[in-house]
């Protein structure tokens, strides 16, 4: 019996293609409000989206995807007033994630690849934004890596995948309960650690020290561009964010890529 991805790779690359950009676009616009939303203590069907200057109710036609931000040319319909683009941005990049992964990867693991970058995709943006790891997008994410990593990562064992959730916890939770006996702050958010289990269950223990070496230049890179635009104050840096990005990459490109 044909699987889906077995199905979906049958179709030319041109379809493949924008079926992925279409359907990260629309889940992009879904992500958007959750992280528009949920940080002022609202759900993700709180009402119907308005016009945060007029008010107004927006229609259909004002909400699709990507277009309505072009066509309208970042303004509201109604009132004219300017409309942020970060809604534009993460619909983009949830775009770029579908293509990514359709563009990388066959049959069932571009699908699952693309199943786990939408996830982390909300996750990134929250801990970028408010240094915030909910847990329950966390526990959807680990879920998800039951059903979808085998499928992702089908080389990865059940036992590497339960060693991954458990060292994934333990190794972050060690250095956060370390640093805080040793400075009395927290230098490092609850979440962290849990989000970095979710990751070892998706792609299982192997993939957890190149996931925290990326991160961790990505994390460099941050602060030297800070420090470069002349900010040398103390920052807060999104971890989660770092280990979003880079376990997607690791997740979607060769593992050679990395052979010396």
């Known amino acids: 019996m044909l699987s889906l991805g077995d199905i979906l790779f049958a179709l030319p690359f041109w379809y493949r293609l924008t079926l992925a950009v279409a359907l990260g676009a629309i889940l992009g616009s879904f992500i958007a409000a959750l992280c528009s939303r949920w940080p002022r ?62 563009s990388m990867l066959a049959g069932g693991a571009a699908i699952a690849a693309a199943i786990f970058g939408w996830l982390l995709l909300p996750l990134a943006i929250l801990d970028y934004q ?23 990562a089908p080389d990865i064992s059940w036992l590497d995948r339960a060693m991954g959730g458990v060292f994934g916890f333990l190794s972050l939770e060690i250095i956060r309960q370390i640093f805080k006996a040793l400075r009395k702050v927290d ?26 070496l990326l991160s961790c230049l990505l994390g460099f890179v941050f602060v ?10 103390a920052v807060q840096l999104p971890l989660g964010s770092f280990l979003c990005i880079g376990v997607f990459f690791l997740a979607v490109f060769p593992a050679d890529i990395f052979a010396l």
């Open 41 to 102: 203590g609202e759900g993700v069907s709180h009402g119907r989206s308005r016009c945060e200057a007029c008010e107004t109710i927006l229609a259909g036609k004002d909400l699709v995807p990507v277009l309505s931000y072009i066509l309208l040319k970042g303004r509201c319909r109604y009132c004219g007033h300017r409309i942020g683009a970060a809604a534009l941005y993460i619909e983009l990049i949830a775009a770029a994630i579908g293509v990514i992964a359709i």
């Open 130 to 152: 408010k240094l915030w790891l909910p847990n329950r997008l966390i526990l959807v994410l680990a879920v998800a890596g039951l059903l979808f990593g085998p499928t992702l």
């Open 187 to 212: 230098g490092m958010g609850g979440g962290d650690p849990k989000l970095f289990a979710a990751m070892g269950i998706w792609l299982g223990w192997q993939t957890l020290p190149m996931t925290l």
């Open 224 to 233: 030297l561009a800070i420090y470069l635009r002349g900010k040398s104050h």
